[in-house]
């Protein structure tokens, strides 16, 4: 497998940890309780610590004399292969708890695989991240469960986040070509078979939430290309402004 | 209680204070000193969040990771002090949600320094070189403050802080070795934060109304002055060894003293922001009535979720 | 209705071997929570190895104003400590 090959199925993974460490980082200070402040900002720091650790082994692979930073900061925002799931704004608590728990029964499941990997930089860093992924899923668990069957309002600003976010569910199962090679020269995971245990997964907790499974047909996709949202825009400028209008500089 | 009977337990009181032993949530103690120490162990817990405000305000935009991670964590911190000492300040009596309210009705001060806007990056060096300098002079005496959940608390945050600020100061030296531009922008954040960092200690010792008794409770162990004068005295020789210049012409070494001579303070300015009208008060005030309001239904939420699931259990038991 | 999250105390075991220590107090509204937030607000550093966290209503706390009933007695009891006792001299330890 070509290193540009691995270092793009990289980047499918670590993206989708910077953007949504950014995205949750964005909260800091603007919690409902500061128990929560304090809970989401560390999951927040988990993501980001994951993703200098892809980073950096993408730095080493690709050659020149990158750095994390280059990798983070400095590409467009077609090079970003995030999935539009975890790009999708802070509108309210209920928002930032559905994308993560949609996100994260993804991810463990996926790094339950890729610990398997026979890239062992790859499988360290799953291993790894395993802990700290478990530990969110159990924190959104609990927390769509608290929403789910608390409060009459709770359970409508809850089910519109999961309507609202269930249409970009879908792409976390789609196949990129880096993928496909990476599967096939045994580094990377064949997500397709993850989707009917997210899926099961995803309704016992929606259930016992108290939730409806949205029936949904038509889903959104175009991250994994680079092709975003809206939104993505904004979070790279913010992400971007200090690099981008300082160029060249060590901080 | 008879008048007699309290002055009493009052003298006692004072006696166990003077002989260093500690004071605890359900120990007698006078009116006067629950509600002094609400009132300063609030103000610290409202400084601590408040204060993650103009920090957070660069979360995003910090210019690296580690910057970045570096950054979040310290924010994370100033919450997890915050909750320490909200929780001193709740076994006196009185609850967060409460405190709380005195906040966001502007009843309860918070430390003026925050509501200076962050504007540039180094703006995050300064504050973690100077606030946190200055705040660390503020609460290493507390420590052994008299009043044990307190002191606990303290301690708790002194340990934490510890690298605070050398977070701020390495933000400030790496800007300071960097290309022009970057030294420029550390210049121009110690020009703006300098004075309100000294302002920061509190008003002159001449102006202050609580020193005497916080003196006798051990809630200070040094006059306003003094602790002042400990951290030009310690931060002016900082300044030197990266090439920075202190924004005071009046600045000198005093060989006779062994201190640091230094300018006037604009007091007026320190008033007007304590009394509301700093660049940022309103913004600060906002932010955070904001973010209660908004949390008010996912509390709620949870205590509901909690109440039922406790109703289940109890069914299940019968 | 008061809607605001109990206090909890939080008990922390540093490593296997020591007590659960009391490490301080926070809110939330049921234990999972309790224990959840405990996690994240006194175990950051690696604080810890255990924790247990009991709601604080639920705690009985001795009145310091009986302090000398409950523990003055014990002052005088000198006999319950070893040094009460005298050795001959050639023992050295016992």
């Not at chain 2, 070189?129 to 606990?152: E, H, K």
């Amino acid at each position: 497998m070509k290193n540009e090959n691995k270092i793009q199925y990289i980047y499918g993974i670590a993206d989708n940890a910077l953007i949504l460490g950014q995205r949750l980082s964005e909260l800091c200070g603007h919690g409902p309780s500061l128990e929560t402040d304090i809970a989401t900002t560390n999951m927040a720091l988990d993501l980001l610590g994951q993703t200098r650790s892809y980073y950096q082994y993408v730095a080493q692979l690709s050659g020149e004399e990158k750095t994390e930073d280059d990798i983070a900061f400095l590409r467009t925002e077609r090079q970003y292969k995030n999935v539009l799931l975890v790009e999708q704004p802070n509108v309210h608590f209920g928002y930032v708890i559905t994308r993560q728990f949609l996100y994260d029964v993804f991810h463990l499941l996926l790094l339950q695989e890729l610990q398997n990997s026979n890239d062992e930089m790859l499988s360290a860093i799953a291993k790894k991240a395993i802990k700290e992924v478990s530990y969110h899923q159990r924190f959104s668990s609990d927390w769509i469960k608290r929403l789910g069957d608390g409060t009459d309002e709770s359970r409508e600003k809850v089910q519109e986040a999961v309507n609202d976010l269930w249409k970009f569910t879908d792409e976390l199962f789609h196949m990129t070509d880096d993928d496909k090679i990476a599967v096939e020269s045994g580094i990377g995971v064949d997500v397709t078979t993850l989707k009917d245990k997210y899926h099961q997964i995803v309704k016992e907790i929606l259930e016992e939430a108290t939730l409806m499974v949205p029936e949904v047909k038509w889903f959104q996709k175009g991250g994994k290309q680079g092709v975003h949202s809206e939104h993505m825009g904004y979070l790279l400028a913010d992400l971007q402004y200090m690099q981008r209008t300082y160029p060249n500089m060590k901080w | 209680m008879s008048e007699k009977e309290i002055k009493n337990l009052e003298e006692i009181f004072e006696q166990r204070i003077a002989r260093d032993e500690k004071i605890e949530p359900k120990d007698w103690m006078p009116e006067k000193y629950r509600k002094t120490h609400i009132r300063q162990i609030s103000q610290h817990a409202h400084s601590e969040i408040v204060g993650m405000l103009p920090e957070g305000n660069w979360i995003t935009r910090a210019p690296s990771l580690r910057r970045k991670v570096a950054l979040l964590a310290k924010v994370q911190d100033e919450a997890g002090h915050g909750l320490y000492l909200y929780s001193a300040c709740e076994t006196l009596g009185v609850s967060r949600d409460e405190l709380y309210d005195q906040l966001h009705t502007g009843k309860a001060k918070y430390s003026s320094i925050f509501n200076y806007p962050t504007i540039t990056w180094a703006d995050i060096g300064a504050i973690g070189w100077l606030v946190d300098g200055a705040a660390i002079i503020n609460q290493v005496p507390l420590c052994s403050t008299s009043y044990g959940p307190y002191a606990r608390a303290m301690i708790r945050v002194c340990k934490e802080e510890s690298f605070h600020q050398r977070q701020g100061y390495e933000i400030m030296t790496t800007l300071a070795k960097g290309t022009p531009e970057q030294k420029a922008m550390a210049q121009d954040a110690l020009n703006r934060w300098w004075w309100p960092s000294l302002m920061m200690l509190g008003p002159t010792d001449a102006e202050s109304i609580h020193t005497e008794q916080s003196m006798k409770w051990k809630l200070k162990r040094k006059t306003n002055d003094e602790l002042r004068q400990q951290f030009i005295d310690q931060t002016v020789p900082q300044a030197d060894i990266i090439g920075l210049t202190v924004p005071d012409p009046d600045l000198k070494w005093n060989e006779e003293t062994g201190h640091y001579d230094f300018g006037e303070i604009d007091w007026d300015e320190f008033w007007q922001v304590v009394k509301g009208h700093g660049p940022c008060n309103h913004e600060r005030m906002s932010a955070r009535v904001n973010a209660w309001e908004k949390g008010e239904w996912v509390r709620d939420a949870a205590m509901a979720y909690a109440k039922k699931q406790e109703e289940k259990k109890l069914k299940k038991a019968i | 209705m008061n809607n605001n999250w109990p206090l909890w105390e939080v008990f922390v075991r540093s490593k296997n071997g020591l007590e659960h220590r009391h490490f301080g107090s926070l809110h939330a509204a049921d234990a999972e929570m309790a224990l959840e937030n405990a996690r994240d607000v006194y175990t950051r550093r690696n604080e810890g190895v255990s924790i247990w966290v009991v709601e604080s209503k639920n705690i009985t706390a001795s009145n310091p104003e009986n302090h000398g009933e409950l523990f003055e007695p014990a002052q005088d009891k000198v006999y319950r400590h070893p040094t009460f006792y005298t050795l001959p001299d050639e023992v050295k330890h016992m």
